[in-house]
């Protein structure tokens, strides 16, 4: 760490007015700008800190002024009482950074162009809106239908809105049809199946088993493809769904272009007037009043799309080489050289995972420390626990493979109820945040707690930070100063 430490330039709304101030202009440090704070970029920027040399410092910057543990957004869908306070963090100079740090959080704000050393935000840091830099990583993630995850700067009140509503909307759902058996889908289905063991959910999903059991090829530097999944895994998923009454229709897909036309349902997802038929491709029809549609993740690689299309991949993931570097698509790339990638935006093999961005930036930082230092960087190499799985279906069941050399995929229940406890929020969330204004949970996070017999209850840990749960802004005054 420096020992130079304050702030620098026109004061910013994510920076305390208890940091000491100081008179040294911005420009005595060499900026790496981390575009997005959540898993990926985040634990870049804990890993980073100790590697940077005195001269550098981090400008983390996220657009949505809150980050979240998606892991638990499955179960905030469906579970009434399920509250954003469980798994949500407010990004601010004191979460992210220790008092007197010269890293720097901007937030709420965006990067909205990428240039050669040179990023433009859409609002002023520093008195400018344009930040230049050493180097640039995009860790700018995914989107997913709303209220999945947030649309771009959602506010927190709005998106815990739109979750109740879900849950209110499920509830009163006689049968609900299920777009795609893919991790989400299946999740939710085990969240619902939970806690409405009588209604009638159906799941559609076009592969011949749930997940990616069929093999689809291999990753290459022009398209991003997800590993096949065990065919282990894929079994025990079904055979627990089917035994909960859940109808499963393989090898087909819902026919959302008819469900275009006129007199149809519509194709959008959520609550129907009513039980509608839902035709299939194959011309078979679900009957439903509700349909849950997690399918159409798409990275958030728009700035990449501006600045050089022929970066991204055929399907529309950053490429990246063996050292996260961005592959740039023709000799004058504004991207070439100085921009990395990491986590759900970018090709790197493997699931896009929290667990492969937490792997991500860790090795990223290495790689940068080594960059810095004039040293020889090391490949990226995935680590080898990325192959396991674990699929929760509520609290009262899932599946977990791990994958071992020689043997290969062994089921490994019992990580299943290591997940429920609190869906890793602590380890994989919590844990990462460590400014001068601890983040803790303040309700846990366990089903357990909550809705039996579908009446809701919510108990406090025992933390000091007593909070109401009930408040989305509550998460906001759950921050109390660090104790260690
Ligand atoms: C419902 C659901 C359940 C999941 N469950 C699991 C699970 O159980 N286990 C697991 O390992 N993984 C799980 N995942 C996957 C995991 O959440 C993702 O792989 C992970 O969040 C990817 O992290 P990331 O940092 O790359 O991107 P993201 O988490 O998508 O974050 C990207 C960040 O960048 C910000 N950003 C984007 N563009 C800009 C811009 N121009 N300027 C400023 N900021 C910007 C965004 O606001 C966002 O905060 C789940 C995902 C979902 C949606």
């Not at 909205?112 to 400018?128: A, D, I, P, T």
Request: proline share 8%; net charge positive.
């Amino acid at each position: 760490m420096s020992s130079i430490s304050g702030l620098s330039g026109p004061s910013q709304s994510s920076i305390s007015q208890s940091t000491t101030p100081s008179t040294t202009p911005s420009t005595q440090w060499k900026n790496i700008v981390i575009i997005g704070a959540s898993v990926a970029g985040h634990t870049l920027v804990n890993a980073l800190i100790p590697r940077l040399p005195a001269s550098y410092r981090i400008v983390l910057v996220e657009r949505n002024d809150f980050t979240f543990h998606a892991s638990c957004v499955v179960r905030a869908l469906v579970v009434p009482g399920f509250n954003v306070t469980q798994f949500v963090a407010p990004v601010t100079q004191e979460t992210v950074f220790p008092a007197g740090s010269r890293h720097r959080v901007v937030c709420p704000n965006s990067v909205v162009k990428l240039r050669r050393n040179q990023v433009w935000l859409e609002k002023e840091f520093e008195g400018q809106d344009v930040l230049d830099f050493e180097m640039c990583i995009l860790a700018t993630g995914a989107q997913s239908p709303a209220p999945i995850r947030p649309m771009p700067c959602t506010s927190l009140e709005e998106w815990q809105e739109a979750l109740v509503q879900s849950q209110q909307d499920i509830a009163a759902a006689q049968s609900v049809l299920i777009v795609g058996g893919g991790s989400c889908g299946i999740e939710v289905a085990g969240e619902i199946t939970d806690m409405y063991p009588h209604k009638k959910v159906t799941i559609v999903h076009w592969d011949v088993g749930l997940l990616h059991p069929s093999d689809s090829g291999g990753n290459t530097r022009h398209t991003y493809v997800p590993p096949k999944t065990s065919q282990k895994l894929s079994n025990a998923l079904e055979s627990q769904l089917t035994s909960r009454g859940v109808r499963l229709i393989l090898k087909d897909r819902v026919d959302l272009e008819s469900a275009k036309k006129p007199g149809q349902w519509g194709g959008q997802p959520g609550p129907l007037p009513g039980l509608c038929q839902i035709p299939l491709v194959s011309g078979r029809i679900v009957e439903a009043d509700y349909v849950f549609n997690p399918t159409g993740n798409r990275p958030n690689a728009s700035l990449v799309a501006f600045a050089d299309p022929g970066a991204l991949t055929t399907n529309g993931y950053v490429s990246v080489d063996p050292y996260f570097r961005v592959r740039p698509g023709t000799q004058e790339s504004p991207l070439g050289g100085q921009y990395y990638a990491i986590g759900d935006v970018s090709n790197t093999p493997g699931w896009k995972t929290a667990i492969a961005g937490i792997a991500e930036g860790e090795a990223l930082a290495v790689i940068l420390g080594d960059v810095l230092r004039g040293q020889r960087p090391q490949p990226y190499q995935r680590p080898s626990h990325l192959r396991n799985s674990t699929v929760l279906l509520g609290s009262k069941g899932g599946a977990a493979i791990m994958r071992l050399p020689i043997i290969g995929n062994i089921r490994t229940d019992w990580v299943v109820k290591k997940k429920d406890r609190d869906f890793h929020a602590g380890t994989n969330f919590f844990a990462r945040f460590r400014g001068a204004h601890r983040i803790a949970p303040t309700i846990p996070v366990s089903v357990s707690t909550l809705s039996l017999n579908g009446r809701t209850h919510l108990q406090n840990s025992g933390s000091n930070n007593q909070v109401n749960a009930h408040s989305p802004t509550a998460v906001r005054h759950a921050v109390a100063p660090r104790v260690n």
